[in-house]
């Protein structure tokens, strides 16, 4: 059911699956001693969405293939979303408006409410994209002016369509339940997928992937700002919508484990840790692979901390799924 949901490919190739050997290498360094140290640790694979070629990567092109094609065949001529300032899902859905000729309002919040005055990295890129961006103060008054730009489109005749923040919808989550089985024809199943989650439609997505595809893969989430009780809340209402669009039955998503980690949230959300310094700082000299300080560097750090407690056995395989966002770098 979910193949058959309609698309638009922003990106038709598959993102590839590379192997991590010189970070694997370079986490031994960390094991007791006495270890044996040639073959000790997991195997160490990235899945390389932030190597997708739309609109500088990242998870929320999967997601906006297919919400996308829903605002498309509804009529809307703008698409309306919210995200902080450095949002990465705004970026994408300036890109997504710009590629089908439709207007886009971004909805983004500020310490202040104000532009910034020198707009940069994905700020930027949503003006270069033609966004228009309406400014608010707190996150909490994002959602009454989306509402609102809704209303004034309406008014001068223009369908709108809102997209949820982060495209977290169970339609959304949906590309990401169809990029498991994109995973699994790369490698065989992996025994964890270690990844950022933030607004949770990736993580449900990846659950119901599993679920669907039969294997036990743990899928482990770390958190960027939420609170690991409130995040497995809203990860489990988007399961049931998912059960929904995919036509099973009840409980066969929602019953899964739902796991999360908020260990790594540090002092807030975009707030860098020791630790995501030192996970930005490794995969770039370890393999030239780039994270952004507010999400993949924390999952990052996780994963690296996971590796040094021998969280996983020598003889398992662990996926980090880079879900993008290292335009955030040049903020």
């Known amino acids: 059911m979910l193949g058959s949901l309609p698309s638009i490919p922003f990106t038709s190739e598959p993102s590839k699956v590379e192997e991590l050997p010189n ?3 370079a986490l031994r360094g960390g094991l007791p001693a006495g270890a044996r140290r040639a073959d000790e ?3 160490l694979l990235v ?3 932030d190597a997708l070629p739309f609109a500088f990567g990242g998870n929320k092109i999967r997601k906006m293939q297919l919400i996308a094609a829903e ?3 509804s009529g809307a001529q703008t698409l309306i979303t919210c995200g902080g300032v450095q949002s990465n899902h705004a970026r994408v859905t300036a890109a997504v408006g710009a590629k089908l000729n439709m207007r886009v309002i971004l909805v983004v919040n500020t310490p202040d409410g104000a532009p910034p005055a020198r707009p940069a990295a994905n700020a930027l890129l949503d003006s270069l994209l033609g966004a228009q961006v309406r400014y608010v103060a707190m996150r909490e008054q994002r959602a009454a002016a989306m509402e609102e730009a809704a209303a004034d489109e309406r008014t001068a005749g223009r369908p709108a369509y809102i997209v949820p923040l982060g495209a977290s919808t169970p339609l959304g989550a949906a590309g990401f339940a169809l990029a498991v089985e994109e995973l699994l024809k790369q490698i065989p199943p992996p025994d964890a997928i270690v990844h950022a989650t933030s607004s ?3 993580q449900a997505g990846l659950i119901a992937g599993c679920a ?3 294997v036990p893969t743990r899928v482990i989430g770390i958190s960027a700002d939420e609170p690991a009780d409130a995040l497995q809340k809203t990860i489990a209402g988007i399961l049931e919508g998912l059960e929904t669009l995919a036509r099973v039955p009840r409980g066969r998503f929602s019953g899964r484990t739902i796991e999360i980690d908020d260990t790594f949230v540090g002092g807030g959300y975009g707030v860098p840790t020791p630790e995501s310094r030192e996970a930005i700082e490794l995969a770039a000299r370890r393999e030239a692979i780039f ?3 507010t999400y993949t560097a924390k999952a990052m750090a996780a994963m690296i901390a996971y590796c040094r407690r021998r969280v996983f056995g ?5 996926v980090f799924w880079h879900t993008g966002g290292q335009v955030g770098l040049f903020a």
């Open 314 to 318: 020598r003889d398992e395989t662990v």
């Open 71 to 73: 605002a498309r065949d």
């Open 200 to 202: 949770g439609g990736t």
């Open 212 to 214: 669907l595809a039969g």
């Open 23 to 25: 970070l694997r290498i």
């Open 291 to 293: 994270l952004d300080p």
């Open 41 to 43: 640790g997991p195997r």
């Open 47 to 49: 899945k390389r969405d």
